[in-house]
């Protein structure tokens, strides 16, 4: 969002500010998920609920506001210009994104994101800025409602799953489809409509916020792209550094799947000298034969598969093999 319509209208600095907020939370949530995922910590964010909701609620705001910026920008008259060139800029970003996810993890990789999402909803949004406002509000409504009703997992498949009508989630770190959260993005233009017509938008627009905080969250919102794209490449080429140096992530890796491998053992073996010995033999395997990026993936092929299987089976015969011999060498 540049400006109120019309074009000469001052920028809306409450607008600016909750987009900062939301900025700063995406820092503190891809922060939190970086050292977690580096071994630094033993939690996983998108396996907690307070942390899931915490995400789900960043995004809610990026998407809303993006309804809200697209009202307040072009409802009166779309300013093609203005528009091509936001458009431009935050697609440009979206592929920087997915271009950088892919080099990272292209299993993983970004294809359907917040910003590819912003850009898509911006370009659909422009059909409802004059349509009947309760069209729009009840097109909104099924949006969002949609998933908790229909599933299916053809929409699972990475090319159809940017619809969003899944029952399993494709892996990617970062997916936004359009189920339910075009209806989301709606739902700000409908909100921003009736603050519109009904001067609520004068109130907001009255908030200047001129403390140090409200100043500073109020630039954070303004470079919210450029800190959107390059915050997380920095963050993390610095934590994946002092990984390095200090080797914590190798041995945090290694304790979460010593654990993680007895438990699963334990629940099917129930043998406790047999899972201890079973898992630190699987580990030496894998540390000794590089195989963390192969298990870590999280799609393999039917010979990487084979691989795995073939080197937890080997263990499992050695293992059996001492235990079944110590006996009776004594």
């Not at 292209?106 to 406002?133: K, M």
């Not at 915050?231 to 914590?248: D, E, F, R, V």
Request: proline letters at 6%.
């Amino acid at each position: 969002m540049t400006a109120l319509a019309p074009a000469s209208r001052p920028r809306i600095a409450a607008i600016d500010i909750a987009r900062g907020v939301a900025i700063v939370a995406m820092v503190i949530y891809h922060f939190t998920w970086d050292i977690a995922s580096l071994g630094f910590i033993n939690f996983d964010p998108t396996q907690s609920t307070p942390w899931v909701i915490f995400q789900k609620s960043i995004v809610g705001t990026f998407i809303f506001l993006t309804g809200v910026s697209l009202t307040l920008a072009h409802g009166e008259r779309i300013r093609w210009n203005a528009f091509s060139r936001r458009f431009a800029m935050i697609l440009g970003a979206a592929l920087i994104v997915t271009a950088g996810t892919y080099a990272f993890s292209p299993q993983t990789f970004v294809y359907f994101g917040v910003l590819h999402a912003i850009a898509a909803f911006s370009l659909i949004g422009l059909a409802f800025l004059r349509a009947p406002i309760v069209l729009v509000a009840l097109t909104a409504i099924v949006l969002i409602a949609m998933p908790l009703f229909v599933q299916s997992p053809i929409f699972g498949e990475k090319i159809w799953s940017w619809v969003g009508l899944w029952d399993v989630p494709p892996p990617s770190e970062d997916l936004v489809p359009i189920f339910p959260w075009l209806g989301v993005a709606l739902a700000g233009i409908v909100a921003t409509r009736v603050a519109l017509a009904t001067g609520f938008v004068t109130k907001i627009a009255a908030i200047k916020g001129s403390n140090a905080p409200a100043r500073v969250l109020a630039k954070l919102g303004r470079w919210s792209l450029v800190i959107y794209v390059l915050h997380q490449p920095i963050m993390l080429g610095a934590l994946m550094g002092l990984a390095s140096l200090t080797g914590a992530a190798d041995a945090r890796r290694a304790d979460n799947f010593i654990g993680s491998c007895e438990t699963t053992c334990s629940s099917s073996a129930g043998d406790p000298a047999y899972c201890t010995a079973y898992c630190a033999c699987t580990l030496e395997r894998i540390e000794s034969d590089d195989l963390w990026p192969l298990l870590e993936t999280p799609e393999r092929t039917d010979d990487e598969e084979s691989l795995l299987l073939d080197l937890t089976n080997q263990c499992a015969t050695e293992v059996l093999d001492d235990m079944f011999l110590a006996p009776a060498q004594e």
